[in-house]
């Protein structure tokens, strides 16, 4: 492989034009033209609340592999939402069959042994360089755990409870999942083909279908990273939880990117890009970065961490008979450090208490925690979660509006009824 498909070529050029316009106004485009087309590469379809989502009780959905059983799955377009309630039994890890799935396009069904991963670009010091999936898995591997996290989870709290319109995807707070992944270091792979000291970006590509937005072909999936990062702790990933990995998520190899946004996470990674120049692809542009008031025209930084969410393993609306014991579980992650304690209240957050951990709180994963209650009242309630991680930062009861629903973090209200 030694140049982008043309289709990507001719965007990127394009992108690469506008994008130095807006930060230098240097290429002789109008401001006007760049906004245009970020606002059309943003895909803006107005969110629809998960109250108003058409039902589905189908066991699977079209483009997806795995069965997706509603007491599991809610489906959203061509994605499936984990239902939390559904994780309150399956210890740290959450297992293959119950994983959310996150597609632009369809699930690509390959074989391993007619895959193969091709680096390439100006940052490496040579030519192109084929890895076979047996060539891969022969090099030393390693195991992470890891949550992989949609950046737009929790998107619909913006409408809900903080009445603000954004737009894509309606999760709620089940667009993520840890996993124990086994494979070999990106910097292992990188190394062996040759990275230059003048490489800048990463570029990872998926093998799935092309994404067509309004006409417009954005290409295949693909999102750079900084050399930096690409050296840290990146994985190309092989095994999920002991076994091979499923085809949803990113067989037969994946990127995992510990602590970033999930786009950064490419599936079914087909071929890298080593860029001794900076890369530029739809999914670092108009999309994946914070647009609206507050921010420059031009969006924020492309974003990297995830945040900090806590979220209870209940069904919205979940009833708990007055006057007896019960005992409340969930889970809270953040990309910025580990999770150093987590706060419940019962009482739509007059008064708060300590949950209690029962996991070792560890970077790029998740704590579970439990906290007992005894209602007193019957009718409805709201219980609320919130988290600090050890960077001292203590989950919010607002977060900043952006226009695509980025990386919420506020304190959700999760309601219920006491019978």
Known sequence: MSAVPPSEAAYDRLRVRQWTRGRARSAGIDRRD???????????APLIPAAASPAHAGPSLPGVVKPLPPELFTVRGTNAETNLAALRDTGLLTPADRFFVRNHTATPVLDAADWKLTLWGSGLTGGPVDFSYEALRALPSVTRTAFVECAGNGRSFFTSQQGQQVSGTAWTLGAIGTARWRGVRLAEVLRRAGIGGNAVDVLPRGLDAEVISDGTNLGRV???????????????????????LPPDHGAPVRLIVPSWVGIANIKWVGDIEVSAEPLLSPWNTGLYRLFGPGYPPEGSAPLARQTLKSAFELAPGASFAAHRRHLLTGRSWS????VRSVEVSTDGGVR???????????????????????PEETGPGVLLARATDRSGRTQ??????????????????HPVTVV
Not at 224 to 239: I, S
Not at 358 to 371: C, F, L
Not at 396 to 407: D, K, S, V
């Open 352 to 374: 708060w208490r300590p949950a209690r951990l029962r996991d070792e709180p560890r970077p790029g994963s998740w704590v579970r925690w439990t906290a007992d209650w005894v």
């Open 396 to 413: 919010p009861a607002t977060t900043a509006h952006n226009t695509q629903g980025y990386l919420f973090d506020a304190v959700v209200r």
């Open 34 to 44: 760049l906004l245009k087309l970020v606002a059309a590469a943003s895909v803006a």
């Open 222 to 244: 693909r999102r750079p990273l900084p050399v930096a990062k690409a050296l840290d702790d990146v994985l190309l990933a092989y095994e999920m939880n002991g076994e091979p």
């Open 335 to 338: 990309g910025g450090a580990p």
